[in-house]
């Protein structure tokens, strides 16, 4: 739930304007909601790349769930002590030195996204075991990103795994598994529940012609939230649909059925606070300047999201009285004229006045444009429902190398 007005200009009093604030309890319920709606047994795993910030890896590692990282930075977000069997390293064009450094700091799972990679991290060693991340062959629509059963980097196709798996030695005993990560922000949970379907089919026939049955099957996740307007993803009919797919396929009736997560466990826990700079017009058209922009909250560029599709903004503390609701466009402070979060719409608002922009905890700052023209970033403020427990802010500094 957004903190209250009073406290919002407290905040703005002690961390200045413009500021995020991520509260632990939302995290924690959509943990929950998600869970319930997975089978019984399956573990849940967060992934950072939605928002590293260390308090919500804790928050989430506390509750039961485990990491996926894909970098040294995600990875420095974990606390201390937590167990090699929590966190999953994956992405592809891992280095030589990050796959070292993750199996002597961590010595968790980690994904082999192609055949020479795979080779490099048996070099390595000291991992907890090894996932092959397969791209496996699928028509499913309808998501904003697609990583699988198209030609893509991520993952080796599963014909390739299928024929090469006796010269890659790939039941060696070090492979305990499969990663598929087929599609992202996926709305259908019908669709969730297909293409877990194809990996299964896929479980089933590497059992059927190379005798192997998986420990460990990540699935992946795809649940959808929404970025920057009000609501809540669901996940309602998502549990049958996965029971549906899980009793076609026995060889995977043994393995430690793992999803992975972030938009939907953060998108609802994050807002970001914005102060009105000014109030213009310009050849007919109401502008409303805020001081955070596209360095604050762009979305991520590569998932379609990228503004500017509309976000809502709501006032939560005015300096005047209530007077007219019109047409304006909302802009950010940044000599651009990409920086728009709303091209047009309706809105009582004054400069002066401090504006919210609801569902911003996954994709929010660490996907924005954060270095372009060297502002100042927004602190981060945590709560815990009403509670305000702490607050940060990243900065850039530019150093000498080595």
């Given at each position: 739930?957004?903190?209250?007005?009073?406290?919002?200009?407290?905040?703005?009093?002690?961390?200045?304007?413009?500021?995020?604030?991520?509260?632990?309890?939302?995290?924690?319920?959509?943990?929950?909601?998600?869970?319930?709606?997975?089978?019984?047994?399956?573990?849940l795993?967060?992934?950072?790349k939605?928002?590293?910030?260390?308090?919500?890896?804790?928050?989430?590692?506390?509750?039961?769930?485990?990491?996926?990282?894909?970098?040294?930075?995600?990875?420095?977000?974990?606390?201390?002590?937590?167990?090699?069997?929590?966190?999953?390293?994956?992405?592809?064009?891992?280095t030589?030195?990050?796959?070292?450094?993750?199996?002597?700091?961590?010595?968790?799972?980690?994904?082999?996204?192609?055949?020479?990679?795979?080779?490099?991290?048996?070099?390595?060693?000291?991992?907890?075991?090894?996932?092959?991340?397969?791209?496996?062959?699928?028509?499913?629509?309808?998501?904003?990103?697609?990583?699988?059963?198209?030609?893509?980097?991520?993952?080796?196709?599963?014909?390739?795994l299928?024929?090469?798996?006796?010269?890659?030695?790939?039941?060696?005993?070090?492979?305990?598994?499969?990663?598929?990560?087929?599609?992202?922000?996926?709305?259908?949970?019908?669709?969730?529940?297909?293409?877990?379907?194809?990996?299964?089919?896929?479980?089933?026939?590497?059992?059927m012609?190379?005798?192997?049955?998986?420990?460990?099957?990540?699935?992946?996740?795809?649940?959808?939230?929404?970025?920057?307007?009000?609501?809540?993803?669901?996940?309602?009919?998502?549990?049958?649909?996965?029971?549906?797919?899980?009793?076609?396929?026995?060889?995977?009736?043994?393995?430690?059925?793992?999803?992975?997560?972030?938009?939907?466990?953060?998108?609802?826990?994050?807002?970001?606070?914005?102060?009105?700079?000014?109030e213009?017009?310009?050849?007919?058209?109401?502008?409303?300047?805020?001081?955070?922009?596209?360095?604050?909250?762009?979305?991520?560029?590569?998932?379609?999201?990228?503004?500017?599709?509309?976000?809502?903004?709501?006032?939560?503390?005015?300096?005047?009285?209530?007077?007219?609701?019109?047409?304006?466009?909302?802009?950010?402070?940044?000599?651009?004229?990409f920086?728009?979060?709303?091209?047009?719409?309706?809105?009582?608002?004054a400069?002066?006045?401090?504006?919210?922009?609801?569902?911003?905890?996954?994709?929010?700052?660490?996907?924005?444009?954060?270095?372009?023209?060297?502002?100042?970033?927004?602190?981060?403020?945590?709560?815990?429902?009403?509670?305000?427990?702490?607050?940060?802010?990243?900065?850039?500094?530019?150093?000498?190398?080595?």
């Open positions: 739930m957004p903190i209250s007005a009073d406290q919002v200009l407290e905040l703005v009093s002690e961390v200045g304007s413009p500021f995020y604030v991520y509260d632990l309890a939302e995290v924690r319920a959509a943990a929950a909601v998600l869970r319930a709606a997975l089978p019984d047994g399956a573990e795993f967060y992934s950072l939605a928002n590293p910030h260390p308090d919500i890896v804790a928050a989430c590692l506390a509750a039961g769930l485990g990491v996926e990282v894909s970098s040294d930075g995600e990875w420095s977000s974990i606390p201390e002590g937590t167990l090699p069997s929590s966190i999953i390293y994956s992405g592809p064009g891992k030589g030195s990050q796959l070292s450094e993750f199996a002597r700091r961590w010595g968790g799972y980690v994904t082999a996204e192609s055949f020479r990679e795979l080779a490099e991290i048996r070099r390595i060693g000291g991992f907890a075991g090894i996932l092959l991340r397969v791209n496996v062959t699928s028509d499913r629509k309808g998501a904003s990103l697609t990583m699988s059963g198209r030609p893509s980097q991520f993952g080796i196709d599963d014909a390739d299928m024929r090469d798996w006796d010269a890659y030695d790939l039941g060696a005993g070090d492979v305990v598994g499969f990663q598929v990560y087929a599609m992202s922000n996926q709305p259908e949970v019908r669709v969730i529940g297909e293409a877990a379907g194809d990996a299964l089919r896929f479980v089933q026939q590497c059992f012609r190379h005798g192997f049955t998986p420990s460990i099957l990540d699935l992946g996740g795809g649940f959808a939230a929404p970025f920057g307007r009000a609501g809540r993803g669901g996940v309602d009919g998502l549990r049958p649909a996965l029971l549906a797919e899980l009793v076609a396929a026995p060889a995977a009736a043994d393995a430690a059925l793992v999803f992975e997560s972030g938009r939907f466990l953060t998108s609802a826990a994050g807002s970001l606070y914005a102060t009105v700079l000014d213009k017009r310009s050849k007919g058209r109401e502008y409303i300047v805020l001081d955070a922009g596209v360095n604050c909250v762009a979305g991520l560029q590569a998932s379609g999201r990228t503004l500017p599709t509309p976000v809502d903004i709501e006032v939560v503390h005015r300096v005047l009285p209530p007077g007219r609701s019109r047409p304006v466009a909302v802009t950010g402070p940044l000599c651009t004229p920086d728009v979060l709303n091209r047009e719409t309706v809105m009582d608002v400069a002066g006045d401090i504006v919210r922009v609801p569902n911003v905890g996954a994709y929010g700052l660490s996907a924005s444009a954060v270095g372009f023209l060297s502002r100042r970033l927004p602190a981060e403020v945590i709560v815990d429902g009403p509670r305000v427990l702490r607050s940060t802010r990243v900065t850039m500094v530019r150093g000498a190398c080595g």
